[in-house]
């Protein structure tokens, strides 16, 4: 008679919060809505770059910075970033299927567990194939092609060939975010901006018309000591900023045109706001 083989139990997600040691009334506030939702998480040490030299870190490109981004990076853009990547590798490290990087700002709506739950489900099922990951904290307003209503919610789930460019809730499948990790560095915009231009190359992004997580909009605390405005621009800023934003919107575009002819179907069933 053959031994039984032991069978490893896959955990369906893990949830990583991220939040600065010295900011306790925040993780108090978060701690608070996650568990009434219940999400469980783990509680990360954000990277504090407040006081940080961003010349100091060898993954920091300044002059890439200035030539695509059109500005210098603080060492508090360089914390998030540091802070976001540490989720990514923690997640890698787990034996959950999905990771939930959640920032401490962030406002958690009541069915918050059943749209993540279902939209966990549905990605399971293959609904988004070849999918990295799915911005929870933003809704997409502009080039995204609808995939399946949800029943959690009054959502649409959605090919987000325009991801959203906000982080407070980023759902990781792990293909994601081991491409997320090899694509990383140099870093060369805020991680915001930086998923946004990685998922309009890869097309890898999902989102919804309606979020369960939603920025709180408190001033943030790990840009307090240099915000990103009062870092120097780099010549012909604004110029640069369009020749960005037309290039991610063209690709994007492009994606949708693509995604909807393959599918067969129109590409605005449901309304797509400028932004």
Excluded at 82 to 102: C, I, K, N, Q, T
Excluded at 123 to 128: D, V, Y
Excluded at 179 to 188: E, H, Q, R
Aim: aromatic share 10%; hydrophobic share 40%; charged share 25%.
């Amino acid at each position: 008679m053959k031994p039984s083989k032991s069978v490893r139990t896959v955990t369906q997600f893990s949830a990583y919060l991220i939040n600065l040691d010295s900011s306790t009334e925040r993780l108090n506030v978060a701690t608070a809505q996650l568990d009434q939702a219940g999400i469980p998480f783990e509680r990360i040490s954000a990277f504090d770059g407040r006081q940080l030299d961003p010349l100091t870190r060898p993954e920091y490109d300044e002059a890439r910075a200035c030539s695509w981004f059109g500005r210098k990076l603080s060492g508090g853009e360089l914390g998030c970033y540091f802070s976001h990547v540490d989720v990514a590798r923690r997640f890698l490290e787990s034996d959950a299927r999905y990771g939930l990087a959640l920032e401490d700002d962030l406002t958690c709506a009541p069915n918050a567990r059943a749209v993540l739950d279902e939209v966990m489900s549905d990605l399971t099922a293959g609904i988004a194939p070849g999918w990295h990951m799915v911005n929870l904290g933003r809704p997409v307003k502009r080039f995204f092609s609808p995939i399946k209503a949800l029943n959690a919610d009054d959502a649409q789930l959605c090919r987000a060939h325009y991801f959203p460019d906000t982080t407070t809730a980023i759902l990781w499948s792990r293909a994601g975010a081991e491409a997320f990790l090899k694509a990383a560095y140099p870093i060369f915009m805020p991680v915001d901006h930086f998923l946004r231009y990685w998922g309009v190359q890869t097309n890898a992004g999902v989102g919804l018309t309606q979020v369960p997580f939603t920025p709180s909009g408190a001033e943030s605390d790990i840009n307090t000591a240099k915000k990103p405005k009062d870092v120097r621009r780099a010549r012909f800023y604004q110029l640069r900023k369009q020749r960005r934003l037309y290039v991610n919107k063209l690709a994007a575009k492009r994606h949708q045109w693509a995604f909807d002819r393959d599918q067969g179907h129109d590409a605005t069933p449901v309304a797509q706001a400028a932004s």
